[in-house]
DNA sequence: TCCTTTAATGACCGTCAAGTCATAATAAGC
DNA sequence: GCTTATTATGACTTGACGGTCATTAAAGGA
């Protein structure tokens, strides 16, 4: 009798505007009407499938950061250094922006939402794990230096990457400047600032 | 005849007023009442003395990183590439939180405001322009490797160094970890991730 | 003390957007 | 095609906050 509406996939498509709408202005400046405008439907239909602006938002939180999280979490284990490496630059974003600004929107008011901090931070908390099993693995093959606790230099290796992102996406969306800079940090991660060491070729008198 | 008040001592109670607010509860979580009760006046009093909550804020941001800038300026040029880490090490913020959670709220609403990104931009450009020209000149003492460029290398380190702080802010306000992150990172962007090379004591077979 | 000029006050206004709800539209079963 | 349960709509309500301004207070000179 009723009529009966596919009740994840009207979700979904709110998502979607929502993703879009947040990404390109922000957070706050977007408007229910925004969304609903998006979606192609009118603002009262967001609240038939979302209690409000904020169960919104981390809901997308949570689904952009759940694809990331099982496309990471399907990635073969590297090997090498170099293998660990080569991973860090695929991973990274190449367009700048994205979803970097939706982010600082969201962290901003005084981190009001303390989900939305769960979510995200959880997210970097996961990766730094990640990358910390990683370095211990490497070490093991004396791959990787075995002075640093794993744990500690996997979330210091996130944060430092991410702080290159935040960077380029809020003072310097140039594609150009972040590949540079993203080659850079690579290569600082990978032998540090100081001269190269004799086993590599390179003059070390000038 | 008239009633005279020293207009800059005003302009900084209200400033200061307003960085206690700000820093604590994020710009835009903070109301204009708040800032007059904390500088203790009337909110019409604010507006005598900036044109609106924007110009407080941008004011703010200016003496803010005006201060940073200044102290930083005067630091004496590194002579080796650990005197330098040591310097990084020391203008590290040592307490999480801060300043770092207000700068999200300002850049965060759609990066509305530009004055805003300029200033807060600007000072990492600035900054990364000292460490490059830091890195330029180790260089040619042979301190630090040649094959980057020292430019892009700056800007690389100084928003690899900010990721550190950021993180360290918004997602774990513990001051032993930022330690040893910050010791982590130091460490890493000295020799990087690579096992120790030949020439420094460290066993290399396990 | 009184007068004049500048400073301080806080009730008030206008705007703006999140969220609501009475009403209309839709689809499935009979 | 009629009925009914469900879904969609958008004008309206509500609350909040930045900014204003008529009024009051303060200070210095005569």
């Given at each position: 009798m009723p009529k009966i509406v596919d009740r994840e996939e009207m979700q979904t498509r709110i998502l979607d505007a929502a993703a879009s709408c947040f990404m390109t202005q922000g957070f706050h400046v977007t408007k229910m009407d925004d969304v609903a405008r998006a979606a192609q439907?009118?603002?009262?239909?967001l609240y038939l499938y979302f209690k409000g602006k904020d169960e919104l938002m981390l809901a997308l939180l949570r689904r952009y950061f759940g694809e990331i999280q099982t496309r990471i979490a399907q990635l073969p284990a590297p090997q090498t250094l170099e293998q660990f490496l080569h991973g860090v630059r695929l991973s990274?974003?190449?367009?700048?922006?994205?979803a970097t600004s939706m982010f600082f929107d969201v962290l901003g008011p005084g981190f009001q939402d303390p989900r939305a901090v769960e979510v995200i931070g959880g997210f970097f908390d996961w990766l730094g794990d990640i990358y910390g099993d990683q370095f211990r693995a490497l070490a093991d093959r004396g791959e990787v230096r075995r002075d640093l606790d794993p744990g500690q230099a996997g979330r210091t290796v996130v944060a430092m990457l991410d702080g290159l992102t935040i960077h380029l996406a809020l003072f310097n969306p140039d594609p150009q400047a972040f590949a540079a800079r993203r080659d850079a940090a690579i290569s600082i991660l990978a032998t540090g600032l100081g001269p190269a060491s004799p086993t590599q070729p390179m003059k070390e008198t000038p």
């Amino acid at each position: 009798m009723p009529k009966i509406v596919d009740r994840e996939e009207m979700q979904t498509r709110i998502l979607d505007a929502a993703a879009s709408c947040f990404m390109t202005q922000g957070f706050h400046v977007t408007k229910m009407d925004d969304v609903a405008r998006a979606a192609q439907m009118a603002k009262g239909t967001l609240y038939l499938y979302f209690k409000g602006k904020d169960e919104l938002m981390l809901a997308l939180l949570r689904r952009y950061f759940g694809e990331i999280q099982t496309r990471i979490a399907q990635l073969p284990a590297p090997q090498t250094l170099e293998q660990f490496l080569h991973g860090v630059r695929l991973s990274m974003p190449t367009d700048g922006q994205g979803a970097t600004s939706m982010f600082f929107d969201v962290l901003g008011p005084g981190f009001q939402d303390p989900r939305a901090v769960e979510v995200i931070g959880g997210f970097f908390d996961w990766l730094g794990d990640i990358y910390g099993d990683q370095f211990r693995a490497l070490a093991d093959r004396g791959e990787v230096r075995r002075d640093l606790d794993p744990g500690q230099a996997g979330r210091t290796v996130v944060a430092m990457l991410d702080g290159l992102t935040i960077h380029l996406a809020l003072f310097n969306p140039d594609p150009q400047a972040f590949a540079a800079r993203r080659d850079a940090a690579i290569s600082i991660l990978a032998t540090g600032l100081g001269p190269a060491s004799p086993t590599q070729p390179m003059k070390e008198t000038p």
